[in-house]
């Protein structure tokens, strides 16, 4: 009988991830529980190692103890890095989101299929079937919360496939592959030592949440909380106002590639994680990819 209803489940996630087929959102609600934040932590952390993935950072945003972000990874998102390299990196983890909203805890974690498509574009046909694999193991994970949402949120209409392969805000904005170079012409060790040191020293109010190596590739990919100044306190209040939050579009990751040192640049990956955000929000936050390319250009070549 438990494997007809977990059955089931599984086919009314599909349908309503892919309700419209050509449309995605960013980010799915798993489900709510109550009690401590604490406890929940816990549980989710637990959930993540019984089902194949490596939590390899968790902070929290805005330093609000009322919300968590675990980044975790998983053979399924590695492999695919590994066959393809480059920045595809940057879709080498999973951000899963715990906030307490009320009496209740939220449990969310990004969407893999729209994030895939988003950052493997047109090669994600051949990554396709292990994101669908993924998908199945997080549905069967949280099967067990005290109510299983599954709800699929963060953009009203969702974004069609088409779209999300070749994504930008609007014309003249930047695509995925419109990196900020932070820095360039560096050794590939000398360079990670450099950064960790920075991190150590809290540059800025950055500090380090993640770092995931892939040697053979010369790759290494950095995720840092931004609590300066003009960090995390100063734009997510101003972008991130309804129910559920967008918890898991946090941390910001920068990547090391070999010779250079590359971030997804403000317009495109701000954008992509909050598609619905309107021009003039958009405005209130102008100077944040610059405020963020800064932060990370100080832990990179300071």
Known sequence: MKR???VLLVLTTFFMVH???????PYILAGIETGEIESVLTKTENLLTENGFNAIGKYSPMQDPNRVVIVA??????????????????????????????NNIEISYMNPVYWGNAYYRKKF?????GYNELNKIIIEMFN????????????KKGVKIKKLRKYHY??????????????????YDSVIKKIEENFTKKIGGVEKVYRIDFPGKKLTLFGGALYGKKGESKFLPKIDKKDPRHVTFLPYEFLVMKDRVVMLHGKFRIALSFPDL???????????PGNIADYFKDIVRK
Do not use: C, Q, W
């Open 170 to 187: 609007m014309v003249f904005m930047p695509y995925f592959d419109s990196v900020v170079k932070l820095a360039k012409k560096t050794d």
């Open 73 to 102: 990874t998983h053979k399924l998102l590695t492999d695919s890095v590994e066959k393809f390299g480059g920045l595809h990196a940057f879709a080498a983890v999973i951000r899963f989101g715990i906030i307490k909203n009320g």
């Open 125 to 129: 046909p051949e990554v396709e079937s």
């Open 4 to 6: 007809i209803i977990f």
């Open 19 to 25: 309700a419209d087929v050509e449309r995605l959102k």
């Open 278 to 288: 309107s021009m003039g929000t958009f405005m209130k936050i102008v100077t944040t």
């Open 144 to 155: 067990s919360l005290a109510e299983v949402k599954n709800l699929p949120y963060g953009s």
